[in-house]
């Protein structure tokens, strides 16, 4: 709904259904909206490996991130490199642990709950130490449980870095041309 129509019927802001900014920089919004459609695509292309949907959500929350609000503390390549690689580094060590390491039997029925509980400690983890370390990006979390959930592959993890790194890559080539899209 337009402002004016807002303002003149004194209605709240959260009425409004579409930014009023879009129609005044729709240029801008198609440019950076394409951008992200384009990056994603080659990081999709490059870990086309990864069949966890978690990865893959995470990787594109971070692009959402990177092209929307790419001024933003979240947005900081020390946040989306630093904040993945740490929900990797734990969530490599939860899967050695669940997989790899036999500490717990994959035969048994408690294995289901065990990963659970696993994933939800890794999790607490990297907020722990993404918080310690100033690299908080919220999609890193998902980072972090895709790989506690599933076999350890030294392929994937290689892969998600790359990824991270073409995202991160991706900024700085863009970034004169990327603006906060409020």
């Known amino acids: 709904m ?21 129609f005044r920089l729709r240029s801008r919004y198609l440019l950076q909206a394409a951008l992200a459609a384009l990056v994603m695509l080659g990081v999709l292309l490059l870990v086309d490996s990864i069949a966890d949907a978690v990865l ?3 990787l594109g929350s971070s ?10 503390s ?3 390549l020390r946040h989306l490199v630093g904040g993945h690689i740490l929900g990797l580094a734990v969530g490599a060590l939860a899967s050695f642990i669940l997989f790899h390491a036999g500490w ?19 999790l607490g983890i990297v907020i722990l130490l993404m918080s310690a370390t100033d690299t908080e990006h919220p999609p890193a979390a998902a980072t972090g449980l ?4 599933q076999s350890l592959e030294i392929t994937l993890v290689l892969l998600f870095v790359a990824a991270v790194l073409m995202l991160a890559v991706s900024k700085l080539i863009f970034r004169r041309a990327l603006l906060d899209l409020d």
């Open 2 to 22: 337009p402002r004016r129509v807002s303002r003149k019927y004194h209605l709240p802001l959260f009425i409004a259904i579409y930014n009023v900014q879009f």
């Open 74 to 76: 979240g947005a900081a």
């Open 63 to 72: 692009a959402v991130i990177v092209f929307v609000h790419p001024n933003s």
């Open 104 to 122: 717990v039997p994959a035969s048994d029925g408690t294995h289901h709950w065990v990963a659970d509980m696993v994933a939800a400690i890794t």
């Open 56 to 58: 893959a959500a995470g």
């Open 146 to 149: 895709g790989f506690a959930l």
